[in-house]
T-cell receptor, first 116, second 113 residues
Framework: ETGVTQTPRHLVMGMTNKKSLKCEQH?????MYWYKQSAKKPLELMFV???????ENNSVPSRFSPECPNSSHLFLHLHTLQPEDSALYLC???????????????FGPGTRLLVL | KQEVTQIPAALSVPEGENLVLNCSFT??????LQWFRQDPGKGLTSLLL?????REQTSGRLNASLDKSSGRSTLYIAASQPGDSATYLC????????????FGGGTRLMVKP
């Protein structure tokens, strides 16, 4: 247990569905992240939230929409996805101190998404 | 743009061997570098974090070294055990990239009893 939980753990959805992935961290961190891990590709950063504000959007298509209502919760809203979006989606959190203090990121177990 | 390469991509060894996993990165202006472990279908577990001013870090049977100027890091695993079987990922953080990690493709390790 890393202190980062993700639900659901598995999700199957059609291309016309709308679903949301949820991440919660119990570590008191102030930064949260979404990553995508596809087969045969390195882990890719999607979004970064520092102090509840989105600071990075790594050229992610608009069919992925993040939401960070508070420093402990992070959502990824999904709509009209494509089969190539099938992947393991990982959430992480860390403590950011000042302008240059980035500490270890702690990862959740991931949501395995299959888009049919 | 930072690019990270890990060699070998896969490795299978008998139990008890000492191992070296390699990581190279193209942009040496890094703030720190982390090594992670990932078990199949699971999230990542941080193993070691080396600050850019450090040469190495040790945790139990694991030792990670960093040569920032040449863009290289190695993870040394002593006396490998079947429980070490997993994928090992390295991820540098660049000075100008805030808290963004760039991951390599990983080394998939199998330690046979």
């Amino acid at each position: 247990e890393t202190g980062v939980t993700q639900t659901p753990r598995h999700l199957v959805m059609g291309m016309t569905n709308k679903k949301s992935l949820k991440c919660e961290q119990h570590l008191g961190h102030n930064a949260m992240y979404w990553y995508k891990q596809s087969a045969k590709k390195p882990l890719e950063l999607m979004f970064v939230y520092n102090f509840k504000e989105q600071t990075e959007n790594n050229s992610v298509p608009s069919r992925f929409s993040p939401e960070c209502p508070n420093s402990s919760h992070l959502f990824l809203h999904l709509h009209t996805l494509q089969p190539e979006d099938s992947a393991l989606y990982l959430c992480a959190s860390s403590q950011v101190t000042g302008t240059s203090g980035w500490e270890t990121q702690y990862f959740g177990p991931g949501t395995r998404l299959l888009v049919l | 743009k930072q690019e990270v390469t890990q060699i070998p991509a896969a490795l299978s060894v008998p139990e008890g061997e000492n191992l070296v996993l390699n990581c190279s990165f193209t942009d040496s202006a890094i703030y720190n570098l982390q090594w992670f472990r990932q078990d199949p279908g699971k999230g990542l577990t941080s193993l070691l974090l080396i600050q850019s001013s450090q040469r190495e870090q040790t945790s139990g049977r694991l030792n990670a070294s960093l040569d920032k100027s040449s863009g290289r890091s190695t993870l040394y695993i002593a006396a490998s055990q079947p429980g070490d079987s997993a994928t090992y990922l390295c991820a540098p953080t660049n000075n100008n990239a805030g808290n963004m990690l760039t991951f390599g493709g990983g080394t998939r390790l199998m330690v046979k009893p």
